[in-house]
């Protein structure tokens, strides 16, 4: 029996493995002779046993995964050397030394996430966002590593107890909602691009057969077994693209007519458009089910098929959804799930407010995810002044706009204890971000709105929680929700608010043919209030929508003008000025969309 980092008790097995032996089939036949609470969450495979003088097992001697061992040791040299490495790469400088600040540097607060990912990934040190930002010289983090270093491969996850045909915990809710809502196109993930040239019409098909081929999430279909849900992956599959010509200039309302939904025993599961409107405008809509896809896999599906169009000859060989399930299952049997676990415990101990939106038009809903949204673009002078802004005070733009919705809400429902749902695309690993699936989460950030609370104080504690709640990331939604529910809380105040931020590409070339994005209405929401932001090399676009009854067209575009007006607020207030003098100021923005 060990005891993790944050005091919760589990136990390890240890083996001296004969050269047959496999742990598959310990699992299957331990699990015949003992209870699930007595099968050990590690294994350790040791070529023999730590003895006593009485020749007996020294258990004291055992080695704990979580304590630094001498076997194999990372030196302190090859630390220091490895970290200036990364952070050429990550800062994009060549010249960096051990006494200069991250942060001097021109790091911030999402790369610093990225380094601790970076850190684990290459070193196989598990180290805290918290303790990087406690040492941010390469000098006091390497002294911060050599403390806490791992020994590289000494445990063993039992990743052969997953049953990689199961589906995952999020796929099975979307199959259920689907069982409830049979008639719902929703949850899709998609990408619309205006077409500028002429398009070759089969080589597009035939990058995208390479995708499917490449990509098993896309050749996966699903079906229920003895009470579970398994997925089918396909070797082999057709496919065709669609061709939609409309009497139509409208291609918000042609995205909507096409937007349908899928049959989960259907492979594959993507539909690929070529849509040419009547004034001969033309685009490329691409729509996927949300049970094989996340907004991050929409864009390596772009970057790939950008790729094979200009070279045909190139064959894709990405890790699969199936190795990412392996992840979290190994995930799920760790310290960090019990750590990330305390940590969400914690974080949810006090109850939320119910955001009770005023002057919200009362209207019949035409279907359950039924929405209305608006879509507008920052101006440049806008973006300019974040962009100063943000350099100023070393923060992202995600967190200064995340903190100016926060602001938003209270302004516009009261409340004071606010969470919000915030999409993470989960893929920290390197060798995961060419996954194609559901592999993203939602997270919950919450804050405290008060009143007699400066700027200054309000925005440093924002990045603070920001950046702790992304530090476990990996915990899932569902799991979360699930402990909300069993302190016997109404999970509409988790399921409330929305905001999400969307790293996009604004053009793709296939040979001479240009793809713009275009960011679409939104016309199915089921969640009461919704913010999201899109970031391209140049633009950021905000689109806020709302489910039908809850906010009316008119309403959101007032609405974009109060986030427009609360953004103003916060960059030209001074930083001793209380929060109130933002939220209560009825002063109306400057900056004209």
Not at 354 to 372: D, Y
Request: proline share 4%; glycine share 4%.
């Amino acid at each position: 029996v060990r005891e993790d980092k944050s005091g919760l008790k589990y136990l390890i097995g240890y083996i001296i493995p004969a050269e047959s032996f496999q742990k598959s089939a310990l699992l299957e036949a331990i699990q015949w002779i003992l209870p699930g609470y007595m099968i050990p969450r590690k294994w350790i495979l040791l070529e023999e046993f730590p003895l006593t003088f009485n020749n007996k097992i020294n258990k004291s001697a055992l080695p704990d995964p979580y304590q630094p061992l001498s076997l194999n040791p990372i030196s302190s040299q090859e630390i220091e050397e490895r970290l200036i490495r990364l952070w050429r790469n990550l800062l994009g400088l060549e010249e960096i030394g051990v006494h200069d600040n991250f942060f001097d540097l021109g790091g911030d607060s999402m790369l610093l996430i990225k380094l601790r990912f970076e850190i684990y990934d290459q070193l196989k040190i598990r180290i805290t966002s918290e303790e990087i930002f406690n040492n941010l010289t390469i000098e006091r983090l390497t002294s911060n590593l050599q403390e806490n270093r791992l020994c590289l491969g000494c445990v063993v996850l039992c990743v052969e107890g997953i049953d990689d045909m199961e589906a995952s915990i999020s796929q099975r809710t979307l199959i259920l909602q689907k069982k409830l809502n049979p008639s719902e196109a929703f949850p899709h993930s998609s990408l619309t691009y205006e077409i500028f040239g002429t398009i070759d019409a089969k080589r597009l098909e035939r990058a995208f057969e390479e995708i499917i081929r490449a990509n098993e999430s896309l050749r996966t279909s699903y079906l229920f077994s003895k009470g579970k849900l398994y997925k089918k992956i396909n070797p082999k599959v057709g496919f065709k693209l669609n061709f939609y010509g409309s009497y139509s200039n409208d291609i918000d309302e042609v995205i909507s007519t096409l937007t349908t939904p899928f049959d989960f025993n259907n492979v594959p599961l993507i539909r690929v458009f070529i849509i040419e409107l009547y004034d001969s405008r033309k685009y490329l809509h691409i729509d996927l089910p949300h049970i094989n896809s996340d907004g991050e896999s929409m864009k390596i599906v772009m970057r790939d098929l950008e790729a094979i169009y200009n070279n045909p000859m190139i064959k894709l060989s990405p890790l699969q959804f199936t190795d990412f399930q392996k992840r979290v299952y190994a995930y799920l049997h760790s310290a960090q799930f019990q750590e990330d676990e305390v940590y969400w415990r914690q974080q949810i101990s006090d109850d939320f407010d119910a955001l009770h939106f005023k002057g919200i038009e009362r209207k019949a809903r035409t279907s359950r995810f039924a929405g209305v949204s608006v879509v507008t673009q920052f101006t440049l002078p806008l973006i300019e002044d974040i962009n100063k802004y943000i350099k100023e005070r070393r923060i992202t733009r995600f967190q200064l706009l995340l903190t100016a919705y926060f602001l938003l809400l209270h302004r516009i429902t009261a409340a004071r204890n606010i969470a919000i749902m915030v999409p993470v695309h989960n893929r920290g690993e390197n060798d995961l971000k060419d996954v194609v699936g559901l592999v993203s989460n939602v997270i919950l950030v919450k804050m405290k709105i008060k009143h007699d609370c400066t700027l200054k104080d309000f925005n440093t504690s924002c990045k603070d929680i920001i950046i702790e709640a992304m530090s476990h990331q990996k915990y899932p939604f569902e799991s979360l929700l699930n402990l909300w529910v069993k302190r016997g809380r109404d999970i509409k105040k988790i399921l409330n608010s929305f905001f999400g931020y969307h790293n996009n590409q604004s053009v793709y070339a296939l040979e001479k043919v240009s793809l713009k994005l275009y960011i679409p209405l939104r016309t199915k929401e089921n969640v009461p209030f919704s913010a999201a932001v899109f970031e391209t090399e140049a633009n950021l676009t905000l689109r806020l929508s709302s489910t039908v009854g809850t906010f009316s067209h008119f309403q959101l575009k007032k609405l974009i003008l109060q986030y427009f007006t609360i953004l103003e607020l916060i960059m030209k207030s001074g930083e001793n000025d209380m929060i109130v003098s933002i939220t209560k100021n009825p002063k109306f923005t400057s900056y004209h969309s």
